[in-house]
Nanobody, 128 residues
Framework: QVQLVESGGGLVQAGDSLRLSCAAS????????VCWFRQAPGKEREFVAAVDWRVGITRYADSLNGRFTISRDNARNTVYLQMNGLKPEDTADYHC?????????????????????WGQGTQVTVSS
């Protein structure tokens, strides 16, 4: 079992930056792909970014246009999401999740069903 706890959300203004954290316990994340999804009120859950922990390869949603960066800290067993140039449309509940490796090769990493463990989420609100 993997337990995931997100933190770092908050209320910011458009153009600001935030860094979200996803701390894992129970198992090391070295054998997983770890990702961030977000869900805005009334909208579908949306893939944001993912990292293959073992090799460090990353994937991002095209819509982000390079504003977000996912990274990992082996010593802390923690994944981060650095969000720059935040926009009101980035307002959402952000969740991290972990799932088995291999979904980059099968191009299924962007599907919520590819992940077995989920955190409770952290709210990000961007005002205009």
């Amino acid at each position: 079992q993997v337990q995931l706890v997100e933190s770092g959300g908050g209320l910011v203004q458009a153009g600001d930056s935030l860094r979200l954290s996803c701390a894992a316990s129970g198992r090391t994340l070295r054998s997983y792909i770890v990702c961030w999804f977000r869900q805005a009120p009334g909208k579908e859950r949306e893939f944001v970014a993912a990292v293959d922990w073992r090799v460090g390869i990353t994937r991002y949603a095209d819509s982000l246009n390079g504003r977000f960066t996912i990274s990992r800290d082996n010593a802390r067993n923690t994944v981060y999401l650095q969000m720059n140039g935040l926009k009101p449309e980035d307002t959402a509940d952000y969740h991290c999740a972990a799932g088995p490796r291999g979904t980059f090769a099968t191009n299924t990493y962007y599907l919520a069903s590819s992940y077995d463990y989920w955190g409770q989420g952290t709210q990000v609100t961007v005002s205009s």
